[in-house]
């Protein structure tokens, strides 16, 4: 079974541009999480879709945003992009809602630079 | 803010030995789990253990969980190079009144370091 896939891997995007980020979850897999990893904050949970509809969000400005399509896929977009916005975005997948409950298998993320 | 804080930050030890681990929360859990990252890749899931459990296995690895203490351990026996890498616990907090939970809560992870 093919894993968690993100594209793309690695980004380079100026400050105030807006990047859309893809995720493909695990066949079968309906829930669909994104977290944001940088050096200074750790990993921080940034929201979860479920059938095609935010469940839970974490503490990120309204610049945060995603979606899910119908195929489990999931797209994150990030507009206005700051510095600060330089991270590892990673995609988790679930087989069902509930971010904890179940373990998440994570995609290789994406490498984002703002420069 | 961090729910879980992993201790200590950075662990360097011979091949062969055992690696532990520490991680401690602030607020009630349904579960915790940990989990591995490789050099800025992905993180791979370790094993998962839910807050009436007290200990688990799964093969090299040992993990207990103390809710009184809000504390759970992660033993690598026998270690390996191959298990340079961070290590993270995460947990997952009790549902919020009227429903939805918060996500993953990670900590800032443990940097181990198997020397050959």
């Known amino acids: 079974k093919a894993g968690v896939t993100q594209t793309p891997r690695y980004l380079i995007k100026t400050r105030g541009q807006q990047v859309t980020l893809s995720c493909s979850p695990i066949?079968?897999?309906?829930?669909v999480s994104w977290y944001q990893q940088t050096p200074g904050q750790g990993l921080q949970f940034l929201f979860e879709?479920?059938?095609?509809?935010?469940?839970n969000k974490g503490n990120f400005p309204g610049r945060f945003s995603g979606r899910q399509f119908s195929n489990s896929r999931s797209e994150m977009n990030v507009s206005t992009l700051e510095l600060g916005d330089s991270a590892l975005y990673l995609c988790?997948?679930?087989?069902?809602?509930?971010?904890?409950?179940?373990?998440?298998?994570f995609g290789p993320g994406t490498r984002l630079t703002v420069t | 803010s961090q729910q879980g804080e992993e201790d200590p930050q950075a662990l360097s030890i011979q091949e062969g030995e055992n690696a532990t681990m520490n991680c401690s929360y602030k607020t009630s859990i349904n579960n915790l789990q940990w989990y591995r990252q490789n050099s800025g890749r992905g993180l791979v899931h370790l094993i998962l253990?839910?807050?009436?459990?007290r200990e688990k296995h799964s093969g090299r690895l040992r993990v207990t969980l103390d809710t009184s203490k809000k504390s759970s351990s992660l033993l690598i026996t026998a270690s390996r190079a191959a298990d340079t890498a961070s290590y993270f616990c995460a947990t997952d907090v009790r549902y919020r009144s009227g429903g939805g939970a918060d996500g993953l809560t990670f900590g800032k992870g443990t940097h181990l370091i198997i020397q050959p």
């Open positions: 066949s079968g897999h309906r829930s």
């Open positions: 988790a997948s679930s087989l069902v809602r509930g971010t904890g409950l179940y373990e998440q298998y």
């Open positions: 879709y479920f059938s095609e509809t935010q469940r």
């Open positions: 253990i839910r807050s009436n459990e």
